[in-house]
T-cell receptor, first 112, second 113 residues
């Protein structure tokens, strides 16, 4: 069964304190791995898509990396506005219009 | 920047009533999806839609649910007879293709009393 596990569940950092969020996945035939940001009461906001092991993507203070079994979201020198829940999701080879399977997310809190 | 829009933002209904949730996907997107998120839980896939028909649906998407693209811009989710356990945030999403990013709307919070 395809599965996405994120750790830690919650992470509290001081402003400027860099860290990484982990996403472990099991999927039959990875089509893509996605990172989203979700603020309370809002929809997931797209951040990155990764397709193959070794791929990296960057956006401002965020960098996503991918291996055959996991993905990391690295946050460098975070600011309070980076506080949100970060969701990892995978898309496998299910059908012609593939669903995304989400993890439970990591709640990130950045203290000023 | 183009975005997915959803209406209403909050819907309150009585158990057993029908509700229709509306979405306007990004205009050049061809694939449409509905997901839901029960408070404190994961985002769950409900259904995908392409070329005016359902491509895939989850076990949650039973006979009480239906989707429709009534015109060239709207995409709707209908729940025929709501249950208490249907209370959740419902997100619409769209994508250009199947192996690319899905863009989500802001959601409709459905409360069933």
């Amino acid at each position: 069964e395809d599965q996405v596990t994120q750790s830690p569940e919650a992470l509290r950092l001081q402003e400027g304190e860099s860290s990484s969020l982990n996403c472990s996945y099991t999927v039959s035939g990875l089509r893509g791995l996605f990172w989203y940001r979700q603020d309370p009461g809002k929809g997931p906001e797209f951040l990155f898509t990764l397709y193959s092991a070794g791929e990296e993507k960057e956006k401002e203070r965020l960098k996503a990396t991918l291996t055959k079994k996991e993905s990391f979201l690295h946050i460098t020198a975070p600011k309070p506005e980076d506080s949100a829940t970060y969701l990892c999701a995978v898309q496998g080879e299910y059908s012609s219009a593939s669903k995304i399977i989400f993890g439970s997310g990591t709640r990130l809190s950045i203290r000023p | 920047e183009p975005e997915v829009t959803q209406t209403p933002s909050h819907q309150v209904t009585q158990m057993g009533q029908e509700v229709i949730l509306r979405c306007v996907p990004i205009s050049n997107h061809l694939y449409f999806y509905w997901y839901r998120q029960i408070l404190g839980q994961k985002v769950e896939f409900l259904v995908s839609f392409y070329n005016n028909e359902i491509s895939e649906k989850s076990e949650i998407f039973d006979d009480q649910f239906s989707v429709e693209r009534p015109d060239g811009s709207n995409f709707t989710l209908k729940i025929r007879s709501t249950k208490l356990e249907d209370s959740a945030m419902y997100f619409c999403a769209s994508s250009v293709g199947t192996e690319v990013s899905q863009f989500f709307g802001p959601g409709t919070r459905l409360t069933v009393l």
